[in-house]
């Protein structure tokens, strides 16, 4: 067996600022309190949706710098990704940054693949203040991944709604009480599902490795968590995660819960959720850190999984693997 | 002015293994004799380019994990990414091994960032042995970034030919005498360039802008280098990198040399020579590497560039914002 996925920062790396925007369905939800900004208009003044995803993200990492009251040349990195193809958003976010860039991807988990890159770079003394950043839009990923809006498609009852929004964190050596103190870092697990209307289903198995491979790495069990926070498995994905960990003599039922299934309020056309990258940054950079901020939350374990998927690899018969990444963020 | 774009890495994290495999047309150059395999179908009997692309990555991670005499379990991680939309070819890959996995786009330059980021977690002992990889297909690459081979379209001149190869390294805590002493991690350039065939010209100020940071930071001359090295600018790119640095009064003209202008015999239909993230992953880990073994290289930067645009951020009239990532490769 392997025994080190999991790192220990023992120089506790910590989030001293986010920031945050999500779009209009979202903001009339959970969130809608917490972001920095709340769109009227979910094409934010551009031209395209792939343009307007680029900006929130632009906004989510300014507004995350500024709300650590730091200026741009304060930040030694920014680590970004997002869904579009060649992580357009994220690569032309950082054109506008004067910072050095690390592109990652992990489709949907990218917010803690970020959080543990930075975290590990601070821990180790690389780089004093790092930015890690995501998001998503409903409509440039609806066109990419899969048919465009305007043929006004029937969606499956498994089907999620991709987020409209960005979330970043800004990881420093010090300057706040909320820390990173571990990284599990996930191997991709692909249970053969082939519908890609069924994300949850898929990114379940990656989800339960990646929770039950920290807990034992770390000597801990679910109830040293007040929450273990996955980032877009939906209701229904949820409640395969359950299965899966109590399969596995793991108990999370009292305490996990999903961003995208809290995230809309209504549920009507978005079925079981949301999903997509933006999802958990929106929520665990607005709601979430907003809770460990006033002491509600003392520790949670943040676990986003992603599908590695594309169309193309859908679109030659492949199955989807999955992956997840996770961070433990606890008051210290 | 920022400070921190380059870590030095004390513990010296050593190169101890490569693997790599190429195309027909590749190995009729100069890494034909230093590969581990010189394709001679270059579908590698699969049925579609992209299934080569994601095994010829396989083979490439297997490949070099087998030349460092190890086991798959002995992998504490896998860095890897790629140009295919979701870098499917790398989270494909990365399923057939149970290693934790992490995600990375640069474009091409995914070789360096994944070498960066490998030493990075040596260094700083978060793991023992990580497996940086990458690599790209002609054909795959052609159909989706430009126009179906069938097309048949006429290649303008200043195009370049990507690579059918993928190449790996396997970084360590101990184990050889080649150590990545540093890593300079790039910010996004972008001068304008809206040319989807000139790569070489958009590419090279961001070489221009890593190597001129690396060397002030370290407080080296290209003297210091018996090789600085780029990933993909091809003829005319490299030509250009030479003038710009030169303007900034660095002279690199007598050591440098781009993966993409040597990797192919025959200035043919490939014009300004090789490109894609399979280009240097190949060129450098099988001869530069093998030349660093025999010590008839002692001290190289190999700085490649990426090109982070994809074909929406084109066809919606965006420019090229592209990146250089670059590490010091030295015998020790």
Redesign the interface.
Known sequence: M?S??T?EFVNKPRIIATGTIAGPKECAGVVGKYVDKALLDDKFGE??Y??AECKMLTFAISQTIENAALQE?DV??LVS?D??????SA??A??D???????????CSTMS?GMA?AA??I??G??KRVVAATGSHFSSAER?YRYPLELGNTRPPQAQWTVTGAGGALIADTGSDIAITHAT????V?FGITDVNNMGAAMAPAARDTIIRHLKDTGRTPDDYDLIITGDLGALGSRILKDLTWEKGVDIQKNHVDCGEIIYNVIEKEFQGGSGAGCSAVVVNSYIFEQLKRRKLRRVLFAATGA??????SG?G?SI?C?CHAVAIENV
């Open positions: 392997r080190r996925q790192i031209s395209t792939e343009k040349k030694d990195m990704g869904l579009l193809n060649q992580i357009i690569s032309f950082a054109r940054f004067d910072v050095p860039f690390l592109g990652v991807y992990s489709a693949e890159i590990a770079f821990n180790a690389y780089a990419q870092f996930g191997k991709v692909d590695l998927l594309s169309t193309v690899s030659q492949e693997p992956i």
